[in-house]
């Protein structure tokens, strides 16, 4: 006795949740989130080698200037090699220009913040003293 699909194809539908069922069935695992290896910059008192620099934009960084330019270069003449390392001491340098530019931003910052706290508390006891006076 002969099935009535035996030597014919399954109808669409039918191969299609047999495929499904199969796919299901051997599923790999989900690939592990992007930079998910890689460590916050904000928990380390340096960065890794795998993380990416902030935008090269020479306005931004004037202190890193000639090594972005540098670098910029390097990446333009070595379009193959910059991928096996040609330029990663221009990368660490780099690395290290912006970690000195931002420790001195963040100087510059807690000062302007302590004049302003002082400036606040100035204001604070001089309205207290008005308080006192009304």
């Known amino acids: ?7 014919r194809p399954l109808p669409l539908l039918r191969r299609f949740a ?7 069935a051997h ?4 690939p592990p989130r992007r ?26 960084h004037p202190m890193c ?9 390097c990446h333009v003449d070595h379009p193959v090699k910059k991928f096996f390392g040609e ?5 660490i ?7 000195q530019e931002k420790a001195l931003k963040r100087k510059a910052n807690f000062e302007e913040s302590k004049k302003f706290k002082e400036q606040l508390l100035a204001y604070k ?3 207290a003293e008005q308080d006192k006076e009304s």
Request: aromatic share 2%; net charge positive.
């Open 93 to 99: 340098k780099l690395d290290q220009c912006f970690r």
């Open 18 to 24: 047999a495929g499904v069922r199969r796919r299901r």
């Open 35 to 60: 930079g998910a290896a890689v460590e916050s910059p904000h928990r380390g008192s340096h960065s890794t080698s795998l993380e990416m620099h902030p935008p090269l934009t020479l306005h931004r």
């Open 125 to 127: 006891k001089e309205m």
């Open 65 to 73: 200037a000639e090594i972005i330019e540098a670098f910029q270069k």
């Open 27 to 30: 599923r790999p695992s989900p």
């Open 87 to 91: 330029c990663t001491d221009l990368k």
């Open 1 to 7: 006795a002969k099935l009535p699909t035996q030597g």
